[in-house]
């Protein structure tokens, strides 16, 4: 027999509290009217505690930092154990993640295909997603296309890209082992391994932009130009992104 339980999984919005919805805000208040148990990343934390200073997100930090244990494996290990607490246990869980669930987050994917495939329904409250913020950086309305990939595609998946169309690559600093939303700690070797890519496809003089999705003090979105020949020479949060404009100028 199946535990009476239930998943929510909320998206936080990119990291300013005015992005975040109404319906976001009236689930954790809710949350923590009821108790429910609520569990996020340490930044994701400190937005649900200065929304809803009563409500109290348990940790997944330890994700990231069990010995021999590669993300992937700690996404679907996540999944799993939000299922389980839901759906076996029969607690009404509360998932709370940064920008939109449906971007780049592949412990929400997990959860989905997991609970589809047992027939569990899940709740999902939409966040506004990164890809708003960044993109008032730049002039782009859509008319060109936009190609949207992870830094680690093309660093290492070896997914080209085509140099007409714009592209979008996301979460530049993901070397990183913590779950700080902020570490620039190996950010410049994922820049290094991005440049060796890119100039298979632009000259090394084309210019990119370094766009800033998070960051403090006050969360806003920032942008800084420099050319593909730079760009192992920077340092930059986990979550920012790089914007490569076509050549002739298509952005």
Same mark, same amino acid.
């Given at each position: 027999? $199946? &535990?009476?339980?239930?998943?929510?999984?909320?998206?936080?919005?990119?990291? /300013?509290? +005015?992005?975040?919805?109404?319906?976001?805000?009236?689930?954790? /208040?809710?949350?923590? +009217?009821?108790?429910?148990?609520?569990?996020?990343?340490?930044?994701?934390?400190?937005?649900?505690?200065?929304? =809803?200073?009563?409500?109290?997100? $348990?940790?997944?930090?330890?994700?990231?930092?069990?010995?021999?244990?590669?993300?992937?494996? !700690?996404?679907?290990?996540?999944?799993?154990?939000?299922?389980? $607490? &839901?759906?076996?246990?029969? %607690?009404? =869980?509360?998932?709370?993640? !940064?920008?939109?669930?449906?971007?780049?987050?592949?412990?929400?994917?997990?959860?989905?295909?997991?609970?589809? +495939?047992?027939?569990?329904?899940?709740?999902?409250?939409? #966040?506004?997603?990164?890809?708003?913020?960044?993109?008032?950086?730049?002039?782009?309305?859509?008319?060109?296309?936009?190609?949207?990939?992870?830094?680690?595609?093309? &660093?290492?998946?070896?997914?080209?890209? /085509?140099?007409?169309?714009?592209?979008?690559?996301?979460?530049?600093?993901?070397?990183?082992?913590? #779950?700080? &939303?902020?570490?620039?700690? $190996?950010?410049?070797?994922?820049?290094?391994?991005?440049?060796?890519?890119?100039?298979?496809?632009?000259?090394?003089? %084309? /210019?990119?932009?370094?766009?800033?999705?998070?960051?403090?003090?006050?969360?806003?979105?920032?942008?800084?130009?420099?050319?593909?020949?730079?760009?192992?020479?920077?340092?930059?949060?986990?979550?920012?992104?790089?914007?490569?404009?076509?050549?002739?100028?298509? +952005?």
């Amino acid at each position: 027999m $199946k &535990a009476s339980g239930s998943l929510t999984i909320l998206g936080l919005g990119p990291a /300013r509290k +005015e992005h975040i919805t109404l319906e976001a805000v009236q689930a954790l /208040r809710e949350a923590a +009217e009821h108790g429910r148990p609520t569990y996020a990343l340490a930044h994701a934390r400190a937005i649900v505690q200065d929304l =809803v200073p009563s409500l109290y997100p $348990k940790s997944l930090d330890y994700l990231y930092t069990i010995h021999g244990v590669d993300r992937p494996t !700690a996404y679907r290990d996540l999944a799993k154990m939000m299922l389980r $607490k &839901a759906y076996v246990e029969g %607690h009404n =869980v509360l998932y709370v993640v !940064a920008g939109s669930p449906l971007f780049y987050n592949d412990a929400v994917l997990f959860i989905r295909k997991i609970a589809q +495939e047992k027939g569990h329904q899940i709740r999902l409250i939409h #966040g506004m997603s990164f890809v708003d913020l960044v993109l008032d950086q730049v002039h782009w309305t859509g008319h060109h296309g936009l190609q949207l990939y992870s830094a680690w595609n093309i &660093a290492h998946d070896d997914i080209p890209v /085509r140099n007409s169309t714009p592209v979008l690559l996301c979460q530049l600093g993901e070397f990183s082992a913590e #779950g700080s &939303a902020l570490d620039t700690s $190996k950010s410049s070797e994922m820049l290094k391994k991005l440049q060796e890519k890119l100039l298979l496809s632009y000259p090394e003089e %084309h /210019r990119v932009r370094i766009l800033y999705s998070s960051g403090p003090p006050q969360y806003h979105s920032l942008s800084v130009s420099l050319s593909i020949l730079e760009l192992p020479h920077r340092t930059v949060p986990v979550y920012s992104n790089l914007w490569i404009p076509g050549l002739g100028g298509v +952005e």
